[in-house]
């Protein structure tokens, strides 16, 4: 059974630092992997998305890595702001003709001091 | 836009009346899914669906019943709620075919008193 962990649980950083936030998973045979932000109260939003053939993805100050081999993946977010404040939630997709479900870490709640 | 749209979006209800959360794509995809998201156990899949007529069980399918009629489609159906359904629900979509990921919803905030 894929078990997806994300630590730290809970996140405080200075604006401006520039930081890493960590997925493991248990089963490498991954489709691909999502990392999502979830505001308070409100839904899921796409950040990236890695195909289990590529190594990292950017959009802007966000670039995620993927390391199959190791189970793990990281998502850096480059000069942190307040409005990067959010939960942040990693889920892989298994490998598995059929259901393509999403198997989510419990996510990091980040919080960027002004 | 391309999105997923669920509602309502809060829903206050009491043991046992029967009730539905709507659920609809316009993306066109063909794969559909709901998630429940409890604190410490995250999001976790309670039914989905490949295709029209085709519905399947999740991880937590208990008390829960999907119906898929029309491809944008995909309502949540609890026949007889109780507390223990209280929880935050989203519903999801992807395509079925390439490696895109999925959209969610905006979510719906449902309490079982």
């Known amino acids: 059974k894929q078990e997806v962990t994300q630590i730290p649980a809970a996140l405080s950083v200075p604006e401006g630092e520039n930081l890493v936030l960590n997925c493991s998973f248990t089963d490498s045979a991954i489709y691909n992997l999502q990392w999502f932000r979830q505001d308070p109260g409100k839904g899921l939003t796409s950040l990236l998305l890695?195909?289990?053939?590529?190594r990292e993805q950017t959009s802007g100050r966000l670039n995620a890595s993927l390391d199959k081999s190791s189970g793990r993946s990281t998502l850096y977010i480059a000069a942190s702001q307040p409005g990067d404040s959010a939960t942040y939630l990693c889920?892989?997709?298994?490998?598995?003709?059929?259901?393509?479900?999403?198997?989510f870490g419990t996510g990091t709640r980040l919080t960027i001091i002004p | 836009e391309a999105q997923v749209t669920q509602n309502p979006r809060y829903l206050i209800t009491v043991t046992g009346k029967k009730l539905t959360v709507t659920c609809s794509q316009n993306m066109n995809h063909e794969y559909m899914s709901w998630y429940r998201q409890d604190p410490g156990l995250g999001l976790r899949q309670i039914y989905y669906?490949?295709?029209?007529?085709?519905?399947d069980k999740g991880d937590v399918p208990e008390g829960y019943k999907v119906s898929r009629k029309e491809k944008r489609n995909f309502p949540l159906i609890l026949e007889s709620p109780s507390p223990n359904q209280t929880s935050l629900y989203f519903c999801a979509s992807s395509r079925w075919t390439g490696n895109y990921g999925y959209t969610f919803g905006s979510g719906t905030r449902l309490t079982v008193v």
């Open positions: 890695i195909q289990s053939s590529q």
């Open positions: 889920a892989v997709e298994l490998a598995n003709f059929g259901n393509e479900k999403l198997t």
């Open positions: 669906s490949m295709n029209v007529e085709v519905t």
